[in-house]
């Protein structure tokens, strides 16, 4: 399934897909039952932060389906994709009620997510906090600028998944976000063309361009709007 099909799914059959993936991961009822509890502040909330909690599922379908791709062990994607916006549930729905964020302060409240998701996630889920809180460093505006100290000693091995992780999971995260209705000048609401989205996603993620390129020849990425050549005729 393509991301132009997850993002055609609505709430249950976001969450049956996301089920599975637990399941097949042999991931116990338990572990999931918690995993989810840390998600519902964010699916409950409201209107506006249910649709992040939409946008959490997507990007854990999608997430998955890259590491697979790339022929890593997908259980630590999936728990650190599936968690990591869910700080947004402690963002004031005002903030992502307005078209643009005009002050330091309102960007700052929103990036005030990360450690807030952090400090829910590390008790039960301290791996899959370390890959929910560095997943904004990996794009040009970086953030948080200061990183909490792990309360666990990890491998060299296991700082490699973390980083290769959150790598990953910014590049899904900034995909799905793309997608969103944006606004010009503040009022006009727009979306952008596929062909927008795979070039801001090179421009955004230029020290990644082989693993974008990779997504989207493997089809885990979507440009409808290129046209594909009939090789019959050649």
């Known amino acids: 399934m393509n991301t132009k099909e997850i993002r055609t799914l609505g709430t249950d059959e976001l969450e049956t897909r996301v089920a599975e993936l637990f399941d097949e991961l042999e991931v116990p009822p338990k572990i999931q039952l918690k995993a989810a509890a840390i998600l519902n502040p964010l699916k409950e909330k409201s209107e506006i932060h249910h649709d992040f909690y939409k946008h ?3 990007v854990t379908l999608m997430a998955v389906a890259g590491a697979n791709l790339l022929h890593r062990n997908p259980k ?11 700080g947004k549930a402690d963002i004031p729905e ?7 964020w005009t002050t330091l302060a309102e960007r700052q409240l ?8 952090y400090n829910r996630a590390k008790v039960e889920f301290p791996f899959s906090a370390e890959i929910l809180l ?10 948080p600028s200061h990183l909490p100290s792990s309360a666990h000693l990890y491998s060299v091995e296991s700082k490699k998944i973390i980083i290769d992780c959150s790598a990953l999971l910014a590049l899904i995260d900034a995909y799905d976000a793309l997608h969103r209705v944006h606004f010009y000048k503040a009022d006009i609401p727009f979306f952008f063309s596929d062909q927008e989205i795979e070039e ?3 421009v955004l993620h230029a020290d990644r361009l082989a693993l974008v390129k990779h997504l989207y020849d493997e089809g ?14 050649i």
């Not at 885990?220 to 005729?233: G, I, L, W």
């Open 76 to 86: 630590p994607q999936l728990f650190g994709s599936y968690i990591h916006d869910n």
């Open 110 to 117: 929103n990036q005030s997510h990360v450690l807030s998701g």
């Open 220 to 233: 885990v990425f979507v440009n409808a709007d290129k046209v594909k050549p009939d090789y019959r005729s």
């Open 134 to 143: 560095r997943h904004h460093t990996f794009q040009w505006y970086s953030y």
């Open 56 to 58: 959490d599922l997507r």
């Open 200 to 202: 801001k996603l090179f």
């Open 94 to 100: 005002d903030l992502y009620k307005k078209h643009k």
